[in-house]
């Protein structure tokens, strides 16, 4: 059964820092590939880090906090957001690549705006990190809005190299995780577990 | 001389369920009716209960049918699942039907947009 207070403590489930540090670590990463023009070696990071989502759970969270399960409904309806989400982000991607190149092909009239393509891989990882607010983390609109940010400042500011901008909206959102996950380990010891 | 008769309304809240009634217990039955299972850990920092205070409520409403208590193993963990029994939501919703009726009466009813986790109150 879903009612408010499973949405209120679905939410509260992700407020242990660990979903932030490994968003936080593949976008670091990612940045990292980029700017090594590593762009394929990039690509594969979320595969690497996928895993780490149960194992962390498991040797991090688990063992302090335990967890609740909850119904397959819930579950099944965040799996349907994030789909929906994937859909929407793809879409957009493929919109910004068209008004790149039709950017490209038109030419003088819209001079300046193909700088903005230094941006636009930071700004389309800031709309990704708005994928956090179904899980109702709302610091992931804050993620999203400095990732976005830094999208739009460092094309203005004539920064070259998408990676970096991604590299340093991933090192934002890592620094985030581990404050959350250092506040979280230190109000739940490890040897806090108890049984009836 | 025959008894003056009372409002249903109150003669069901004075006859409301003491065992789910109890605050922690009624605390206990709401946050298990929302999840198809938990940890005797997670529910003891969701609740704030201590330990054995948990284990004695849950002890009571394992005893009026109320939550089934499932003792197992999480690798070598020991790991106590707890679950609301449908005759434990089916009393929780009711006695919560009960209260809300009673209180409508004072005019107090709970806020339309209320959100859940966030403190209210000055």
């Known amino acids: 059964m879903t009612t408010p207070l499973t949405r209120a403590l679905y939410r509260r489930s992700f407020d242990d820092g660990w979903l932030d540090v490994l968003v936080g670590l593949g976008l670091t990463l990612i940045g990292v590939a980029w700017l090594a023009d590593q762009i394929v070696l990039g690509a594969l990071v ?23 399960q909850f119904g397959t409904d819930r579950q ?3 799996r349907r957001s994030l789909t929906g ?5 793809a879409g957009i991607a493929l919109t910004e690549l068209a008004f790149l190149v039709f950017v490209n092909r038109s030419g003088a009239g819209l001079t300046g705006l193909g700088d903005l393509a230094v941006g636009i891989p930071a700004i389309l990882v800031g709309i990704g990190l708005l994928a956090g607010l179904i899980v109702g983390a709302k610091r992931f609109l804050a993620y999203g809005v400095v990732a976005t940010g830094l999208g739009l ?9 998408p990676g970096l901008l991604i590299l340093l909206s991933g090192a934002f959102v890592l620094a985030c995780g581990v404050a959350l996950l250092a506040r979280f380990m230190a109000r739940y010891p490890a040897d806090g577990t108890h049984d009836e | 001389m025959s008894k003056p008769a009372i409002l249903p309304e109150i003669r069901d809240v004075l006859a409301l369920d003491k065992t789910i009634h109890e605050p922690a217990r009624f605390a206990i039955l709401a946050v298990l009716l929302s999840v198809d299972g938990a940890d ?20 009571k409403l394992e005893s ?4 089934t208590i499932e003792k197992g193993f999480q690798g070598r963990r020991p790991k106590t699942t707890l679950r609301i029994t449908p005759e434990g939501a089916d009393r929780l919703k009711a006695q919560s039907e009960t209260l809300m009726r009673f209180l409508a009466l004072i005019d107090i009813r709970p806020p339309r947009r209320a959100r859940p986790g966030k403190e209210t109150g000055s």
């Open chain 1, 46 to 68: 979320p595969a690497v880090l996928a895993p780490f989502w149960t194992i962390g759970r498991r040797k991090l969270v688990e063992p302090r906090l335990a967890s609740p």
């Open chain 1, 76 to 78: 099944a309806q965040t």
């Open chain 1, 85 to 89: 989400w994937a859909i929407f982000g």
């Open chain 1, 153 to 161: 400042a460092g094309a203005w500011a004539g920064v070259e190299r």
């Open chain 2, 40 to 59: 005797f850990t997670w529910l003891m920092h969701q609740t704030g209960l201590t330990q054995g205070n948990l284990s004695a409520h849950l002890g």
């Open chain 2, 64 to 67: 009026a049918g109320l939550v």
